[in-house]
């Protein structure tokens, strides 16, 4: 039987949903147990995905520039709240980055760059037209990831 490789390195992609927090928590909690570092990133979706939908004239340079700062400034203010959680559960190092993507491909592409052992991810984000636009990320992240890949169902766990 192969052995699991040590986890040193987790990588947790979050969308600022209200379901956010409790898959972040339970990445610390799981970092913190095996004393690796906790990497939280977010992806901003790309505007070329909507090539084949009719978009109004806009200026999409300019609106995936105010994605970005405002997804980096969303991202300072989600580790600032949870770096309580972070120090309780006993991790030490925690990066965090925003990407600009195809989601589930940037959060395989970013584990796959940080020699991720783990991904922990929520099961459920956002719902409704977001879903049935993109997909289940999870699900996607899940079939390409070349590491493990821990689902939380965020309505389920830590109650």
């Known amino acids: 039987m192969k052995k699991m490789n040590p986890i040193k390195t987790v990588v947790t992609p979050i ?21 690796a570092a906790l990497h939280v990133i977010f992806v901003v979706q790309n505007f070329e995905d909507y090539s084949g939908f009719f978009v109004p004239q806009m200026n999409v340079p300019n609106i995936e520039h105010e994605l970005f ?3 980096e400034e969303q991202m300072t203010a989600f580790c600032r709240e949870h770096n309580g959680y972070f120090e309780k559960a006993g991790v030490s190092i925690i990066e965090s980055k925003v990407l600009v993507g195809d989601v589930s491909e940037k959060i395989v592409e970013y584990a796959s760059e940080k020699k991720s052992d783990l991904i922990i991810m929520g099961t459920h984000g956002y719902k409704g037209v977001e879903r049935i636009m993109f997909g289940s990320v999870a699900d996607k992240v899940v079939k390409t990831a070349k590491c493990p890949v821990m689902t939380i169902n965020p309505y389920t766990c830590c109650e």
């Open 15 to 35: 969308d600022f949903s209200d379901n956010a927090g409790t898959v972040v928590e339970s990445a610390a909690y799981v970092a913190g147990t095996f004393g």
């Open 69 to 71: 700062t405002g997804a």
